[in-house]
């Protein structure tokens, strides 16, 4: 059986068989669990045993989940938690202390950021951002208390790269731990811990789910940083929802071969947009104008469901085309069967100043499509009329 393969185990990696000898694994909704005798939860609290105790502690359906995100990432453990924000903050609160120093690539997940500059700050824990298309700067920003790397890669939404091999190869050298927010690409098509990275973390609420429906995180790596984040979790209590949990772990079964349709989806909409009139320019990592195209390539097995372009008349025509999609969603998630369509300068991104935008690649016609599992030809049809109407005007 421990011959496997990932994929194999994301299938039938299950909690262990109650009496009525299921085939589905059954949600254990209990908070706790019960004892034989007072030995037993003594041997229990002590660690001495293996056993459930307290659902904020452990639950079947979670472990299972944690597991089967383990075996695709090729993890040594791992642990999931309510939010992928409760992912990334654990990560933070287990292993950083006062005095500690973040180095962290500039285009981070909206939340991420507030962690990094109004939260950890308060904690007496700073932080240096550097840019994606600028990896040459980043050896300098590393100082003597820097303990850790944050990165995504792709990056959201202007989905640049980072080149993982070499940013693995730079934390190694200097004794940082490397975590990887690997949300985008998933485990299917992109596994950082094999490329040097410490942790890899993942929002469960959107390619793992992939079908909008719960919120969870995961992070997964070396088996003692994970402890440490599973002692915070614990005591800190971000649990994840047994109920959550089974969601999960039933979508994960699916998850190769909806990363697979996403990707083949993504690369034909972002070829058809590419020089299209209206059309400023287009980002995939699978297209070859892509300026990291080589690295893309190297590190991920396909470009996933994600791409950027920008139109012509900026921000006003930006909302143009928003108001005028008719089948995708105006919503704010992503990785889900429906193609989602979002707007970062007049949404998501509308607070940073102009700036800080450009800094992070937001030009005010950019436009993020995470490409569904419809029907191809619906999908494009509606973002071929939108586009027309966003122009007429
Ligand atoms: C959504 C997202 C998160 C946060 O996850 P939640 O489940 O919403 O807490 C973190 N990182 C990235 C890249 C995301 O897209």
């Not at 007496?124 to 600028?134: L, Q, S």
Request: glycine share 8%; hydrophobic share 40%.
């Amino acid at each position: 059986m421990n011959d496997w393969r990932p994929q194999t185990w994301a299938v039938r990696a299950q909690a262990e068989e109650s009496t009525h000898h299921e085939h589905s694994v059954p949600i254990f909704l209990t908070s706790s669990f019960v004892f034989e005798d007072s030995e037993e939860m003594r041997a229990a609290f002590a660690g001495e045993i293996d056993r459930n105790i307290y659902a904020r502690f452990t639950n079947p359906n979670v472990e299972e989940l944690s597991e089967k995100i383990r075996r695709l990432e090729g993890a040594e453990a791992g642990h999931s938690m309510a939010t992928g924000m409760a992912a990334v903050f654990a990560t933070f609160g287990a292993l950083l202390s006062s005095g500690d120093h973040i180095l962290a690539c500039r285009s981070l997940f909206g939340s991420t950021h507030t962690i990094l500059t109004k939260i950890l700050p308060r904690f007496g824990i700073t932080h240096t951002y550097v840019d994606a298309a600028d990896p040459d700067s980043w050896p300098d920003e590393i100082r003597e208390n820097t303990r850790m790397i944050f990165v995504e890669t792709p990056t959201n939404p202007a989905v640049d790269l980072v080149d993982l091999k070499w940013l693995g190869g730079l934390a190694a050298e200097k004794g940082v731990i490397l975590v990887v927010d690997n949300c985008f690409a998933t485990p299917i098509l992109q596994r950082p811990l094999g490329l040097g990275a410490h942790l890899s973390l993942h929002s469960a609420t959107k390619y793992l789910d992939g079908q909008g429906r719960v919120m969870g995180g995961v992070v997964v790596g070396a088996k003692d940083l994970i402890q440490e984040i599973y002692d915070f979790a614990r005591a800190t209590g971000p649990a994840l929802s047994p109920f959550n949990a089974w969601v999960l772990s039933k979508s994960v079964e699916t998850l190769e071969v909806r990363m697979e349709k996403h990707s083949e989806n993504a690369l034909v909409v972002a070829q058809w947009l590419e020089g299209r009139p209206g059309v400023a320019s287009v980002r995939y990592p699978f297209l070859p104008s892509h300026p990291q195209y080589k690295i893309a390539k190297r590190q991920m097995s396909s470009g996933g469901g994600i791409l950027s372009f920008v139109v012509e008349g900026g921000l006003e025509q930006g909302k143009r085309f928003m108001d005028s999609v008719k089948l995708c969603s105006l919503t704010a998630n992503l990785g889900d069967t429906r193609t989602i369509v979002s707007h970062p300068g007049s949404t998501t991104h509308a607070k940073l100043t102009e700036e800080e935008r450009l800094a992070v690649g937001i030009t005010p016609g950019l436009i993020r499509i995470s490409v569904g599992l419809e029907d191809l030809r619906d999908v494009i049809a509606d973002v071929e009329q939108a586009l027309e109407a966003s122009e007429a005007t």
